[in-house]
């Protein structure tokens, strides 16, 4: 967003005005947005579609009080909601791959097996939080997650959603939102670790 | 876990220790749930002392909730391309845009 039109604060009132606007200002925010949620391009892009829309239609509710991005970003967060639902309704066949047990390597009676257990990560959390290439890993990974679990992970980690608000937008049970988050987690710490943390081959 | 080969009563310890709590696979997935739910105490007093003395199961806790603390202070900036809208698809939202 480096080339970013800025405006002066009297101007930026006005704006909200101007929906041939919003794609030049507010449209590679919304799809960052919703890439890193959905993670499907075109996913993506039909939903700031929507989201501008419905805007559109509902502008004379645009108060003016918050600002025009955050007011955006809040009917995204709705049309991000109404997708995942519309998933919850769906299920796929890679979730039942992801759900056998890739990791039964890792332990050795149930205790981790000392060589291909969690090894120590470099660079460390901080460190690794200013690097371009840890959210590029981190992204790649995101990206193999199977869709439903993916979508239960983020609302979870990213967005604070309570466990309780995910089974109920996604139609699911108690049980199956902890296998599905627990799943993801696992999987997610992984890939960042035979992919990113650690320089030498991916541990058997 | 971290134990001298030779201190026979470190040994003994951390093996009375290894009986008595979760296993790690186990603790992997009370790790998880702890962060979504509050565990019972008899729960989180158990999975402590396995923490004392297994330094797999403190790594994976520390990576799975710094995986957490990293998705919520995710970059806004699109410092990418790919994390940007392409020149057709702004194109298509304007027309989009023009005719509603």
Not at chain 1, 30 to 50: G, W
Not at chain 1, 59 to 87: A, C, P, Y
Not at chain 1, 129 to 158: D, I, Y
Not at chain 2, 40 to 61: D, E, N
């Amino acid at each position: 967003m480096s080339e970013k039109p800025t405006k002066s604060a009297t101007e930026g009132e006005a704006a909200h005005a101007a929906p041939e606007h919003w794609v030049d200002e507010h449209g590679d925010c919304l799809f960052h947005y919703a890439l890193t949620r959905v993670r499907r391009t075109e996913v993506a892009e039909d939903l700031v579609q929507d989201t501008l829309l419905a805007a559109v239609r509902a502008q004379t509710n645009f108060s003016g009080r918050s600002s025009e991005r955050s007011w955006l970003v809040g009917i995204l967060k709705n049309k991000i909601s109404d997708h995942f639902r519309k998933l919850g309704r769906e299920t796929t066949f890679t979730d039942l791959d992801f759900y056998s047990d890739e990791h039964s390597d890792k332990f050795e009676n149930e205790f981790w097996n000392h060589s291909t257990g969690p090894r120590v990560w470099k660079p460390e959390g901080e460190e690794a939080l200013n690097r371009t290439e840890f959210w590029e890993h981190l992204q790649r990974c995101l990206g193999k997650l199977p869709e439903r679990v993916a979508s239960v992970f983020l609302m979870r980690e990213m967005d604070d959603v309570s466990a309780k608000e995910v089974c109920a937008t996604l139609k699911i049970t108690d049980a199956n939102l902890w296998v599905m988050l627990h799943r993801a987690r696992m999987a997610l710490r992984l890939c960042l670790e035979n992919n990113y943390f650690t320089d030498g081959p991916p541990s058997a | 876990m971290n134990i001298e080969p030779n201190n026979w009563l470190t040994a003994n310890v951390v093996g009375l220790l290894a009986r008595i709590t979760p296993r790690c696979h186990d603790m992997t997935r009370l790790i998880s749930r702890s962060q979504d739910a509050v565990l019972p105490v008899g729960t989180r007093i158990k999975m402590r002392m396995h923490l004392w003395i297994c330094a797999w199961c403190v790594r994976y806790g520390v990576q799975v909730r710094f995986v957490r603390t990293a998705l919520r202070v995710c970059p806004e900036p699109p410092s990418s391309p790919a994390g940007k809208l392409s020149e057709d698809a702004k194109q298509r939202l304007r027309q989009a845009l023009s005719i509603a």
